[in-house]
C-alpha cells in the first residue's frame, strides 16, 4: 500500500524506515517519547517533514496537513526526499539477513 502512495503522514516510529525504502515523502509526528530523537534525527538529515510532538500542540492535526501541502504543491522536494530516503535503506535488508543465515547454517 505504500508504494501506492505520493506521500504519507507517519508517526515517528520504524514505520518511517519502512517508508524510507518505498521512498515516500513523508510528514512525521511524534506521540511518544521514544520517537522524538528518532524523527528530530531524520528531519535533520531532510530525510522528511518533522511536525513536531503532537502532545505539545492543539493544532496538530492542522500543522501535520500545512507541512502535508509542502510536498503536494513541490514536486522538486517529493523527489529529493525519495532520494534521499532510497539512499538511507534500499529495502534489501531481508536478503542480507537470509544469507547471512544460510551461510551461518553451512558454517555451524
Known sequence: YM???EAAVSAG??????????????VCFAFADNQLEFAEEMAEHNL???????????????????KLVCYTK??????????R????????GAERIAAF??????DV
Open 3 to 5: 508504494q501506492q502512495c
Open 13 to 26: 516510529g520504524t514505520t518511517l524506515l519502512e517508508l524510507c525504502a518505498c521512498g515516500i515523502p513523508t
Open 48 to 66: 522528511l517533514i518533522y511536525a513536531g510532538d503532537v502532545r505539545e500542540k492543539d493544532d496538530a492535526p492542522h500543522a501535520i496537513c500545512e
Open 74 to 83: 513541490d514536486a522538486g522536494k517529493r523527489a529529493q526526499s525519495f532520494e
Open 85 to 92: 530516503m532510497r539512499r538511507l535503506v534500499d529495502g534489501k
Open 101 to 106: 543465515l544460510q551461510q551461518y547454517k553451512r
